[in-house]
């Protein structure tokens, strides 16, 4: 059993509603240090085997096919 | 300026309906090796100020009051 990490984020260009959102209701709260914020997806997988390798080829077809977005999302995985 | 990166996710014995439907879009993309999955947020802001531990204790607060529901989620603070 192996457990990997994927950090799917809005690639930079791309706006967020979401995190001016967040930031609006932050500034409103009196958290004037609050600049900017985005906000992303972190799926965390447990998965069968044992090969470092086999994981994080399986685990980037699995972003590239259901779990990102690629053309407004970036990801990045950490096999844990 | 600094940057905070805030993890939350829901607590381990907190059901999460999302991370299920993955995880069964995952096995039914042929992915049986996805044996679990949760998903969670990240969050990423920037703040002015360069004191460590004043950041730190400012996204504690805003962690408590806003970013996460206690009830159910856990947060982690990660300074960049």
Do not use: H, W
């Amino acid at each position: 059993m192996m457990k990997a990490r994927v950090f799917v984020t809005l690639k930079p260009a791309v706006l967020d509603p979401q995190g001016k959102a967040i930031q609006n209701a932050l500034n409103g709260l009196g958290f004037d240090e609050a600049q900017s914020v985005r906000q992303g997806k972190v799926i965390d997988i447990e998965l069968s085997g044992d090969d470092n390798s086999a994981v994080q080829s399986s685990v980037t077809e699995m972003c590239e096919k259901l779990l990102a977005n690629t053309v407004i999302e970036d990801y990045r995985i950490e096999i844990l």
